[in-house]
Each structure stands twice: as structure tokens, then as C-alpha cells.
């Protein structure tokens, strides 16, 4: 019964901001990385960041570095990813996941068990 739910999307024009939330429950998730992932119109899923669910490590694709912002609050359960400088190449459908940490597979979608229903952003030029 774990459960990532996804909220925060919308419709934007670029320059704009946004911020993703990730209500997680249903076990515990020690020794597990939260992530956030991207998928594009006509494109594969695609890594856009990570943090450690106890040490708060955090991992960012380049296309996101300088740009977006990825923070928790284990107290909630809840992960963020905080948007600002939006482009039209971030539209996508945006989904929290979760997974057993492994550092050298952080960016990888296959290290990750559970995963939310997804959240649309969308950015106009």
C-alpha cells in the first residue's frame, strides 16, 4: 500500500515558477532515495533529480543544475522540487519515485520500485 502522490503542476510561461510536492507513505524509507523524473511529448523518461531520504544527498540532472531545487521534509514525508526559470523544454509529465539507494544507479529508473501517477507541467514560450 505505498502510495507517492504528485501535485503542484499547472500551466506556465517560461520564466515562470513552480513547485512539485511528493506525498510518500505507506513504509518507512530508510536507506531510500527520492526522486524526480520527466517525461516529454514523443520522448523516453528521463532523470531530473534525487535526494537521500535520511543523510539528504542530493543528485541533479544538467539540463536541471542552477535551476531547480530538490528538498524533503521527512516529518511529512514529502519531497519538492522547486522549479524557477521554467523553459518549454521542461513540458512534461513529472513523477515522484522511490527507491533502495545505490549511488551509482541514482539517475537510473530502474533502481526505483514505487512511482506516483504524475503531475503535468506545461511552459509557453
Known amino acids: 500500500q505505498v502510495q507517492l502522490v504528485e501535485s503542484g503542476g499547472g500551466l506556465v510561461q517560461a520564466g515562470d515558477s513552480l513547485r512539485l510536492s511528493c506525498a510518500a507513505s505507506?513504509?518507512?524509507?530508510?536507506?531510500?532515495?527520492m526522486g524526480w523524473f520527466r517525461q516529454a511529448p514523443g520522448k523516453e523518461r528521463e532523470f531530473v533529480a534525487a535526494i537521500t531520504y535520511i543523510g539528504g544527498s542530493i543528485y541533479y540532472a544538467d539540463s536541471a543544475k542552477g535551476r531547480f531545487t530538490i528538498s524533503k521534509n521527512n516529518a511529512k514525508n514529502t519531497v519538492y522540487l522547486q522549479m524557477n526559470s521554467l523553459k518549454p523544454e521542461d513540458t512534461a509529465v513529472y513523477y515522484c519515485?522511490?527507491?533502495?539507494?545505490?549511488?551509482?544507479?541514482?539517475?537510473?529508473?530502474?533502481?526505483?520500485?514505487?512511482w506516483g501517477q504524475g503531475t503535468q507541467v506545461t511552459v509557453s514560450s
Open positions: 519515485a522511490a527507491g533502495r539507494f545505490t549511488p551509482s544507479a541514482t539517475m537510473s529508473q530502474r533502481l526505483y520500485d514505487y
Open positions: 505507506g513504509r518507512t524509507f530508510i536507506g531510500y532515495v
